[in-house]
C-alpha cells in the first residue's frame, strides 16, 4: 500500500471523515478520493497536503540522505558498476552491445530461477531498446531491483583491468 494513500485513510479513520464529507469539503470528487484510497490513481504530496488540511493535519514531509546497508559483494558491484556508468553513453552502448549480448547468451544458459531470469529479460530489454537512462539507473541505483540486476549484470568485461583494481581497491 502506498504511505500517501495510508496516510490518508488513517487521518480520515481518526477524524471519522467519509469520502463523502472530504470532498464537500474539499471541492474534489468522491470517486477521485476513492480512486486515491484504493491507488488507482496517484496521489502527490501537495493533494495529500491539501486534502489533510481539510480534516485539520498537515503533511510534514522529511527527506534526508540515508547510507543504505549493503553486503561487501554489493557495495563491491554497485562501485564496478557505478565505474561503468562514467562511460555509458549512447555511442559507447553501441560499442559495447556485442560484449553485453555474448554476456547475455552466456547469463541465459547459466542462470536458473526468479528473479535472475525475470532480470536478464530486463537487461535485454533496456539494451535492446537502447535505454541509456534505465540502464545509469541499474548501475548507480540503491534500490533492491537495482542490486538484483546487477547480480546478474552483462556488463562484465567492460571496464579495463586498471579501472576495475583502482575500484576495488577503493573497496577494500
Known amino acids: 500500500m ?31 478520493i476513492s480512486q486515491f484510497l484504493s491507488e488507482k490513481v496517484d496521489l502527490s504530496d501537495e493533494q495529500l497536503d491539501r486534502l489533510l488540511s481539510c480534516m485539520g493535519y498537515r503533511l510534514e514531509v522529511i527527506r534526508r540522505p540515508v547510507v543504505p546497508e549493503l553486503t561487501r559483494s554489493e557495495r563491491r558491484s554497485w562501485r564496478l558498476h557505478r565505474r561503468l556508468s562514467t562511460h555509458l553513453t549512447r555511442s559507447g552502448l553501441e560499442r559495447w552491445r556485442p560484449t553485453i549480448e555474448r554476456n547475455l547468451e552466456r547469463l541465459r544458459s547459466t542462470v536458473r530461477g526468479q528473479p535472475h531470469v525475470r532480470n536478464l529479460d530486463r537487461w535485454e530489454s533496456l539494451v535492446e ?30 571496464l579495463s583491468q586498471d579501472e576495475r583494481t583502482e575500484v576495488l581497491e577503493m573497496v577494500g
Not at 500517501?4 to 474534489?28: A, I, N, P
Open 2 to 32: 502506498s504511505e500517501r494513500s495510508e496516510v490518508l485513510r488513517q487521518v480520515m479513520l481518526e477524524t471519522s471523515t467519509t469520502q463523502s464529507e472530504l470532498s464537500r469539503v474539499s471541492g474534489v470528487r468522491q470517486p477521485s
Open 129 to 158: 531498446r537502447r535505454d541509456v537512462p534505465g540502464i545509469h539507473r541499474v548501475l548507480t541505483g540503491l534500490d533492491r531491483d537495482s542490486i538484483e540486476m546487477r547480480e546478474v549484470s552483462p556488463m562484465g568485461g567492460l
